[in-house]
């Protein structure tokens, strides 16, 4: 029998679906591994493996320079403190951080999530946060926006799923296949260990979704070994995808969008979103009940 694990946190292993509708055709879908940190645990999770560090170079390392406010005070008191200020509630349950950690030394996330619960909600047994951070990265810019998610609006779904929903515009270049000129939907469904988080992309249709399906299972050496094993290079992967899918979809002809700061002066996307601290992008006392508050910064 295995050992219980003596972390709250968890290691998640599921897929990545991409589809595109329109102007082309295009999907994709791979496995995938992330952590899911308890941010409490930041100082000891390093310590569930010798392949395992804190701010130094190893097959998987965590440094707090790649996450919210770096230089800043502790991830946890950092976002803490953040979630209060922004939102007027301060987080007072678990924080948890969904990432890819770096992988000898290199780092990519497309979006990290952080959720924060209720004082004793427990993320794996399928409770529903108060607040999602997703914190999103663009690349080859390497620009970061963050988008603060209340979930605030009604909580829906079947066959025991709970889901909140967010609807807002699009405030960030994340690809050069897609226009700034979008709305999202964006859903968000737990069930005990399960969790599904759906996108889709309208420009007056839908253009775009992705789904990440993962399970959660209690983060141990075992657990962590092998996933070692199953995703060796994750961060790589992933970014070598990026670029791999890109080059499939600019041969089917997928029209190319420049980036909003290329762009001139006088055009209604100039800069979008370049100068967000706190805008508002959707309001749930002005939107359907299903829908939660959203606000935007670029950081």
């Known amino acids: 029998m295995s050992k219980p694990s003596e972390f709250a946190s968890d290691w998640l292993e599921g897929t990545v679906r991409h589809r595109r509708h329109t102007p082309v055709a295009h999907q994709f879908c791979y496995s995938t591994g992330m952590l899911a940190l308890d941010l409490s645990e930041w100082q000891r999770v390093s310590d569930i493996s010798p392949w395992f560090s804190l701010e130094r170079f190893n097959w998987v390392a965590l440094y707090r320079g790649d996450y919210l406010a770096p230089g800043g005070a502790s991830l946890q008191s950092e976002v803490t403190v953040w979630v209060e200020t922004q939102t007027g509630w301060r987080p007072d349950g678990p924080i948890q951080l969904i990432t890819h950690p770096r ?5 990519f996330n497309p979006v990290s999530f952080y959720f924060c619960y209720n004082r004793g909600e427990a993320p794996s047994s ?7 951070l997703a914190h999103i990265t663009n690349t080859p810019w390497n620009e970061r926006h963050l988008y603060c998610l209340e979930c605030s609006g009604e909580r829906t779904g079947q066959h025991g799923w709970q889901t909140v929903q967010f609807e807002f515009d699009k405030r960030f270049h994340v690809s050069p296949f897609n226009d700034m000129a979008q709305r999202y939907r964006w859903l968000f469904s737990f069930r005990g260990s399960e969790l599904r988080i759906h996108m889709d992309v309208h420009a007056g249709k839908k253009v775009f979704d ?3 399906e993962v ?3 209690p983060l141990c050496r075992n657990t962590f070994h092998r996933s070692l094993r199953r995703f060796p290079l994750e961060c790589i992967k992933v970014v070598s995808g990026i670029y791999w899918q890109a080059l499939r979809l600019k041969l089917k002809g997928a ?3 420049p980036h909003p700061g290329t762009l001139p002066d006088n055009s209604a996307q100039h800069g979008q979103g370049r100068n967000d601290r706190g805008m508002p992008l959707a309001q749930a006392e002005n939107h359907s009940s299903l829908t939660g508050r959203v606000r935007s910064w670029r950081t």
């Open 215 to 217: 399970q959660r299972a």
């Open 126 to 132: 399928g409770a529903v946060p108060k607040v999602i």
């Open 103 to 107: 992988y000898f030394g290199y780092v």
């Open 255 to 257: 029209r190319f969008h």
């Open 210 to 212: 992705a789904t990440l």
